[in-house]
């Protein structure tokens, strides 16, 4: 029953409509999916302006900053493309915590 849920989740957010291109968003799913312990293919993001704001949402989303929101926009990503990065990025964190933490269940005698 999760995982229908789980996978609808993940199609809407990288398959919906947005101003970032789909594959982008599989990347940033992919990056955050493969540092928190899921196995993903390891992925790289393009740019570190984009890999700094993406690891520090996906492991402590209340220590991102302006200044990092500031260098997302000094490489061309436009307020939309941001919050759609965001979005992504805390999805696939979240949802990996939720799988890790159901697997933990699980193995519980």
């Known amino acids: 029953m999760h995982e229908e849920h789980h996978r609808r989740l993940r199609a809407s957010v990288i398959e919906g409509s947005g101003s970032t291109a789909p594959a982008l968003r599989e990347e ?15 992925t790289t993001l393009p740019g570190d302006a984009l890999t700094a704001f993406v690891d520090t949402v996906a492991r402590e989303a209340h220590r991102s900053t302006v200044d990092q929101v500031e260098a997302l926009r000094a490489e061309g990503y436009e307020d939309d493309a941001i919050f759609e990065i965001t979005v992504v990025t805390a999805a696939s964190a979240g949802l990996t915590r939720l799988e890790r933490a159901l697997e933990a ?3 519980e005698p």
Do not use: C, D, K, T
Not at 31 to 38: D, E, K, P, W, Y
């Open 28 to 42: 940033i799913w992919r990056f955050v999916a493969a540092r928190s312990g899921r196995p993903e293919r390891a």
């Open 105 to 107: 269940l699980r193995e």
